[in-house]
């Protein structure tokens, strides 16, 4: 009764990678563990992400890759909640639609997982012209400035796939994955290095995942407000704010790395060219200890970039989303803007 979704299964949708099963399986347990009367049904669907392998994701220029045909389906009805990677979701959403829960964030930071000849290595003890796999813009520009006697090579596909080109071929010597979905598939032995943010900033909102909803379905809301993680929630606030002011996406580096300690939210943001040469990277901090009052009302649905968070206070996530906005404003008066432009127009050429 009280959440008003008795009698009825709730489906949950997905991507049917394994990862994305895994993700959405433990995100449904929690909902079993809190909802133990109500039934919950897993619908899984391929999305154009997994459908274009042959692509470097930064080229194919659509913002929501891994998101639209879920969210096609929660617009049909046909679903009543979407499990995501928060990293995977754009900071305006469509119409409609809010993030209802970020659940508690794995692990954030970028892993090497080397191959088995390169076992025990670090990227320093690489030999020289040594090749890296990433799919990522964010990571080469990082990792091409701090490693110049690397290489850098594209490499697409789920995680199963991307370990088994690593593993079975001789094209790569190590390749850079989030560490967060290494855990969740159970591979955290594969970890040869992770990358902390003096050298490797993460991507906005990594390692936390994210449950889409329909906005004015206030049963559901409700339901899946209780997985939200404050923490995870003001950091990424404060994240997708950051990018959403640069106007970011998967086809510029963007990075982030947030803390949150004795109610102080630090965000460290940087922008960075193609080839890392160019770099901005600048760090503010806020308060975000403000007590939870109850604001029953017109408020109930107010979103940041996307979040829609009512048991986390209302000025705490202000607080955070203008936090992300000051660090990046202060980006684009050093210049952030050109930097950016010009990675979009080398990464469209």
Known sequence: GENG?????????????????IQTDSVVMKLRELYPDLCFEIVAMSTTGDKILDTALSKIGEKSLFTKELENALERNEVDLVVHS????????????????????ENPLDAVVFHPKNCGKTLTLLPEKSVIGTSSLRRAAQLKKKFPQLEFRDIRGNLNTRLKKLDEKEDFSAIILAAAGLKRMGWENRIGQLLGPEDCLYAVGQGALA??????DQDILNMVS??????????????????????GGCSVPVAVNTLLKDGQLYLTGAVYSLDGSDSLKETMQTSVSYPHQNEDGPNDDVQHVGITAKNVPAQAQEAAENLGVELASLLLSKGAKHILSVARQLNDA
């Open 86 to 105: 928060l990293k995977d979701l754009p900071t305006s959403l469509p119409p409609g639609f809010t993030i209802g829960a970020v659940c508690k964030r």
């Open 226 to 247: 209780a997985l939200h993680d404050a923490d995870t929630v003001l950091c990424c606030i404060a994240e997708r704010a950051f990018m959403k002011r640069l106007e």
């Open 5 to 21: 979704v008795d009698g009825r299964a709730v489906r949950v949708g997905t991507r049917r990678s394994q990862l994305a099963r």
């Open 211 to 216: 449950v889409e909803v329909r906005a004015k």
